[in-house]
């Protein structure tokens, strides 16, 4: 949701806003995931944008344990949970772990995980 922040209509997002350190560790290699001098700049100015607007939220004990549980509920609804799909659940994991609601444009990455986190798509 971050990648899309500024196409986003105001309403429908929080008065707050929070990221986990994980969607800042997938913003960061953004700029080195394209050999497109222009987008990486654009990727670059949308890193360092988030990183003076934003403190993230640390992935830390409590977010390890959550991240066991969506692991487990992942697993239970017969879907993969390793790969591309752990970040999600990391992230997942952190909004868990805070008691925050999850608000993103892929909602469908969070369907197995609806019972444990309070996802939210913009």
Same mark, same amino acid.
């Given at each position: ?9 105001? !309403? ?5 806003? #929070?990221? !986990? ?13 394209? /050999? ?16 003076? #607007? ?9 977010? #390890?344990? #959550?991240?066991? $549980?969506?692991?487990? !509920? ?7 949970? $390793? ?10 994991? /952190? ?9 993103? $444009? ?5 369907? !197995? ?10």
């Amino acid at each position: 949701m971050i990648i899309d922040l500024d196409k986003l209509v105001a !309403s429908q997002l929080p008065r707050e806003v #929070a990221v !986990s350190a994980i969607t800042m560790a997938e913003l960061a290699a953004g700029p080195h995931a394209t /050999t497109d001098p222009e987008e990486r700049g654009r990727r670059q100015d949308r890193l360092q944008r988030a990183e003076a #607007a934003l403190d993230p939220l640390p992935f830390d004990g409590e977010a #390890a344990r #959550a991240y066991g $549980r969506l692991f487990a !509920s992942v697993l239970a609804a017969g879907r993969k949970a $390793r790969g591309a799909r752990a970040v999600d659940l990391l992230i997942a994991a /952190t909004a868990l772990a805070g008691g925050l609601p999850l608000y993103t $444009r892929n909602g469908e990455d969070f369907q !197995s995980v609806a019972e444990l986190v309070d996802v939210i798509v913009v």
